[in-house]
């Protein structure tokens, strides 16, 4: 993203960003209590990081355990196709499948790296599946996660 322009992040704004990480529902008034600020200045605040990029979206996090979704899993992705077409296809396939959470490409011996949330095994195969038949890949191997010791949205501020 390209932004407007560069902001200076103060303290204040660090106390309201750390508030929204965690709880973006909360009334600007609320906000504005624990910051020290009026509603009106955390409001102007909120805005400014708005249109700096600061802020890129306020959302609703899901349990992807009550949505059926219980599975995550790690794909390692190698390929041995390195033009600028190929990866234009591996990204548009990985933003195609809402499975897949993230996508990165990697340095060392791994290519690209994928995280991904399904129901099951069963499921993690129907998008192995749907993933090969978009993209030739060299190797790929998945692990699935047993338990999940920590997993934020929230920046270290």
Do not use: C
Not at 29 to 45: C, F, Q
Not at 64 to 76: K, Q, S
Not at 110 to 136: F, N, S
């Amino acid at each position: 993203m390209i932004y407007p322009f560069i902001m200076n992040i103060d303290d204040t704004d660090r106390r309201i960003l750390a508030i929204l990480q965690r709880q973006a529902d909360l009334s600007l008034e609320e906000i504005g209590g624990l910051v020290h600020l009026s509603r009106n200045a955390v409001w102007r605040r909120i805005k400014l990081m708005e249109e700096a990029g600061v802020i890129r979206a306020r959302v609703a996090l899901l349990d992807p355990e009550a949505l059926g979704l219980g599975l995550t899993v790690f794909l390692m992705v190698r390929t041995s196709d390195h033009r600028p077409d190929w990866l234009e296809r591996f990204a548009k396939a990985t933003r195609d499948m809402p499975e897949i959470l993230g996508a990165y490409r990697m340095t060392g011996d791994l290519d690209y790296l994928i995280r991904a949330r399904v129901a099951d095994v069963k499921a993690y195969d129907a998008l192995y599946q749907r993933l090969i038949r978009r993209v030739e890949l060299s190797d790929v191997s998945a692990s699935f996660v047993m338990e999940e010791l920590k997993d934020t949205t929230a920046l270290p501020l």
